[in-house]
């Protein structure tokens, strides 16, 4: 966490505020799913910026379909953000969106029925 003074002048508005600045990427998943329930944005942020590509990969093994694939992540997020305040994680958050994939991949072959 770097913390530091902020600046701004607007016309005749002199603005001058306290930040903290987070670096997300140092938390851990166990912390990050704790600040998705609070509907943290930038959490949200890391977390598809640290599991896209490898959930991704995981979609195209069982669809062999590149744009296939990105819509299901691309679903499997939308419903994550949607979702996460009122679902409770019992696994790691790796493993919980490892198993979301998996079934939104099932679900994805079950109504377009490849």
Request: proline share 2%; glycine share 2%; charged share 25%.
């Amino acid at each position: 966490m770097v913390s530091g003074k902020f600046y701004l002048k607007i016309g005749n508005f002199d603005i001058e505020e306290n930040l903290m600045i987070v670096d997300y990427n140092s938390f851990s998943d166990q912390e990050l799913t704790s600040l998705l329930k609070e509907h943290d944005q930038l959490a949200f942020a890391e977390v598809y910026r640290r599991y896209w590509h490898p959930l991704f990969l995981h979609a195209y093994k069982m669809l062999n379909d590149e744009d296939q694939a990105k819509d299901v992540i691309q679903e499997l997020f939308i419903a994550l953000w949607s979702k996460i305040p009122s679902t409770e994680i019992r696994t790691s958050l790796k493993s919980y969106l490892y198993v979301m994939a998996r079934n939104s991949v099932i679900n994805y072959i079950r109504k377009n029925k490849i």
